[in-house]
C-alpha cells in the first residue's frame, strides 16, 4: 500500500479523505521524484502529514425536557349525572277519526308535554300500532293539502268490487287501507330540543285514517335523550 499505513493511522481524518491523501501524495512524489530524486521525494512526504490533528467539533448542550403531562380532572358527579341519557314512554290514544288526513299535533304533545320538558335534546320516536291507518309529517296550515292528498290516495289505489284483492273477509275498505298504510308507514322520529319538538314552521304530524269506520288509534311515544 502506498503510502505507508504508518503515516496515515494516527491521524483522526475520515477513510475517504485518507485515500484522497494518498492519490495526492501520489501524483506529488511522482512529479518531483527527477529534481529530488526517489528517497527525498520519500523522506518529504512524511512532512505533509505532520500538521496538527483537526480538533473535532464542539460538542453540543444536552437540554433536559421540561414538558409534563397534563393530568386529567374527573368530572364531578353532578355534571356526569346531569349528561346521562334518560326515557320515558306513553302510549297516546287518537279519537276516532272519519277517513282522511288529520293534523294531530296538538293531541299529541298535551299528552306528552310534561315529560318531554324534561329534556335538554334527544329523540321523539312515535308508533302506531294498527295496519290501516298510518303516520305521517306534513302541511300543518292549509287544510286542502290533507283533502288534496286522500284524493290521491284514492285514486292511486282501487277500492271496490271491482278491485283485484282477495282479501275482502273485513269490508272493501280493508284491503286498500292496508295498501295506504304500508306507503306512508306507521312510525316516526323527531328530534327534541330544550322540551319541545323540533319540527320546521310548517309541518305537522298527520294521522291517516284509512277506513270507513274507524276505532281509536294508539301511538306508543318513546322519548330519549338528555
Not at 523522506?43 to 473535532?56: D, E, G, V, Y
Not at 270507513?212 to 311515544?221: G, Y
Request: charged residues 20%.
Amino acid at each position: 500500500m502506498w503510502p505507508p499505513k504508518a503515516w496515515l493511522s494516527g491521524l483522526p481524518i475520515p477513510f475517504c479523505l485518507r485515500i484522497s491523501a494518498c492519490c495526492i501524495l501520489t501524483a506529488i512524489i511522482i512529479k518531483y521524484s527527477d529534481s529530488l530524486g526517489f528517497r527525498g521525494a520519500m523522506q518529504a512526504a512524511p512532512a505533509l502529514f505532520s500538521a496538527k490533528p483537526l480538533a473535532p467539533p464542539p460538542a453540543f448542550p444536552r437540554v433536559r425536557s421540561q414538558y409534563k403531562p397534563a393530568v386529567s380532572v374527573p368530572s364531578t358527579i353532578s355534571t356526569s349525572e346531569s349528561m346521562a341519557a334518560k326515557w320515558a314512554q306513553k302510549t297516546v290514544v287518537i279519537p276516532p277519526q272519519r277517513r282522511g288526513c288529520h293534523l294531530v299535533t296538538s293531541k299529541i304533545t298535551r299528552e306528552i308535554e310534561q315529560d318531554l320538558s324534561g329534556f335538554k335534546c334527544g329523540l321523539a320516536h312515535f308508533f302506531l300500532q294498527h295496519t290501516s291507518a298510518s303516520l305521517t309529517i306534513n302541511e300543518n296550515y292549509d287544510s286542502d293539502v290533507q283533502d288534496d292528498t286522500e284524493t290521491f290516495l284514492n285514486r292511486i289505489v282501487p277500492e271496490g268490487r271491482s278491485a283485484p284483492w282477495k282479501h275482502t273477509i273485513e269490508g272493501p275498505d280493508d284491503m286498500p287501507a292496508h295498501i295506504k298504510s304500508s306507503m306512508f308507514g306507521c312510525a316516526l322520529t323527531i328530534p327534541i330540543t330544550d322540551g319541545r319538538l323540533n319540527m320546521g314552521t310548517w309541518q305537522g304530524i298527520w294521522l291517516c285514517e284509512h277506513r270507513d269506520h274507524a276505532t281509536p288509534r294508539k301511538i306508543v311515544v318513546t322519548l330519549n335523550g338528555i
